[in-house]
């Protein structure tokens, strides 16, 4: 496409995006209000810019216009509204925590250790099964965006060693599938981005009365997306059949290299703690919750207070004469305003949108009850499971959630089932999100890489990882959610 041809589009999508947002209300409707209506049109709007313009701006018009439309009273109680919301400072905070994480190098150091082990010399699967194990726990850990890039270049000096080039199958499948590692760490950690605005949305949707159980979460999520890596692996080592006897020049010697990289020091350390101190008050709460006395303070914890005090503990220790955290520094280097945006976006639209004055949520459930009477419940979870997997492949997942989730609160109201088990079953459909390059911020990033990998295998490793993947969530996911949640009420 020429620049004067991009030009144009952005200015007639811009037009698309301010006549959903600001003209919604003005289209009548019946059994939705007009504020109902511009609220619809706002979201939709929202959406669409995000799909199409970026996230910023129409993120900030978005938040403004809630103002205009009356929902708020004014724009500034919309913008004070959505930067209040606890969600939006751990979005800043934590950002900078990766960032800090990432600048203390227990990054590199936790995906070499992976790729390092003895076990793997002279193994070309092993090592393959390791490169994506090593990339979700890493990914899991810190930042997936981030480890995406760093195990790639690690892997660079692996093929090296051992020959291969780019253009290569073996190569490009597996830098595919560290990608898709970094895409589903985001859909098992309840601190990341798809999980906590799911989280958010169900919290919204139901006043409170809902929420998910951090430890649980994991325990239901983790064993699942290991398995939906598995899946991949298998369909590369089976179907693809990539060369990876040039693998099995992999020497003892090299890996022994390695790992004489991976002591740490000082630095690293602390960034260690901090790590395991910051997981750790995140599920504190889980169990010490309703204690008394000094165990009641640490069950009052949130994400939000984990952060923080992880966050000031650093910046107050010093190391040679400075905060072992430089906030300013690692901010500059770690804030990325498009999540941040979205963030701040996403929870005040997305409670509009379920909120009683809007009339949406009764009249989306007359809809629903009227179309879903008489249906199978696991048939209609099948069917919604793919439907929004197939959605997230050409809508960012992010942007995904908050639409799903007040959706399928509704319907476990119709239909008696838990509203829990429903969430956790949308942040799993929508969390493989790697077949296309819409589908989350890491796709993105697989199919920039047109060196190693290539846009033609990057479409055959992502649809084939989510074809599995679907294969694996009904088989293995569904009795494992029924078994932990319980899928009725």
């Known amino acids: 496409m020429t620049a004067d041809k991009k030009e144009t589009m952005y200015w007639v999508h811009t037009a698309v995006y301010f006549l959903f947002t600001l003209c919604g209300g003005f289209v009548p409707y019946e059994g939705i209000s007009s504020l109902g209506m511009a609220i619809l049109g706002i979201f939709i709007g929202m959406i669409y810019g995000w799909t199409f313009i970026g996230f910023i701006w129409p993120s900030m018009m978005s938040i403004f216009a809630l103002g205009l439309c009356g929902y708020f009273k004014t724009p500034q109680a919309a913008f004070a509204n959505a930067f209040s919301n606890n969600l939006v400072i751990f979005m800043l905070l934590v950002l900078v925590f990766t960032a800090y994480c990432e600048k203390s190098g227990i990054n590199a150091k936790i995906s070499a250790w992976f790729l390092s082990r003895k076990s793997l010399a002279g193994r070309p699967w092993r090592f393959t099964f390791m490169v994506f194990l090593g990339s979700l726990v890493a990914s899991f850990l810190v930042d997936g965006n981030a480890m995406v890039f760093l195990v790639w270049n690690l892997l660079y000096s692996v093929f090296d060693e051992t020959g291969y080039r780019q253009g290569e199958r073996y ?22 981005n798809v999980c906590i605005l799911a989280i958010s949305a169900l919290e919204s949707a139901s006043g409170g009365a809902f929420t998910v159980n951090y430890l649980t979460f994991m325990a239901v999520s983790i064993p699942l997306c290991v398995l939906f890596l598995l899946a991949y692996f298998l369909v590369m080592k089976y179907l693809f059949r990539p ?16 790992r004489s990289t991976l002591k740490l020091n000082t630095r690293e350390k602390i960034a260690v703690g901090a790590l395991v101190v910051f997981m750790a008050l995140l599920l504190i709460p889980n169990i ?4 008394a006395e000094f165990l009641g303070i640490l069950g009052s914890f949130n994400f939000l207070s984990a952060v923080a005090v992880v966050l000031i503990a650093l910046c107050v220790m010093r190391l040679e004469k400075k905060p072992v955290l430089e906030f300013q520094t690692c901010a500059a280097q770690g804030i990325h305003w498009n999540v941040f945006w979205i963030t701040a976006a996403a929870i005040p639209v997305s409670a509009a949108l379920s909120s009683d004055v809007a009339g949406i949520t009764t009249w989306l459930s007359r809809m ?12 209609l979870l099948t069917v919604f499971a793919i439907i929004l997997n197939v959605a997230t492949q050409f809508t960012h997942n992010v942007s995904l959630v908050v639409i799903a989730v007040p959706i399928g609160y509704q319907m476990c109201n119709l239909l008696g089932l838990n ?13 493989c999100a790697y077949a296309t ?9 697989l199919f920039s890489n047109v060196e190693w990998i290539g846009i033609k295998t990057s479409f055959k490793a992502g649809i084939s990882a989510v074809l599995a993947g679907l294969a694996v969530f009904f088989i293995f996911g569904f009795p494992l959610i029924g078994l932990v949640y319980g899928f009725m009420k």
Do not use: Q, R
């Open 437 to 445: 390059p819409a589908a989350s911020t890491c796709a993105a990033i």
């Open 171 to 192: 190569p490009a499948f597996l830098c595919a599938g560290v990608a898709i590692a970094a895409v589903l760490s985001y859909a098992c950690k309840p601190w990341g």
């Open 288 to 291: 010490f919750m309703g204690h």
């Open 419 to 431: 509203p829990v088990a429903m969430t956790v079953t949308i942040i799993l459909s929508a969390g």
């Open 368 to 379: 629903m009850e009227n179309s879903l009477a008489g249906m199978n419940v696991f048939a």
């Open 243 to 258: 060369d990876v006897s040039k693998l099995e020049n992999l020497s003892a010697e090299y890996l022994e290299k390695m």
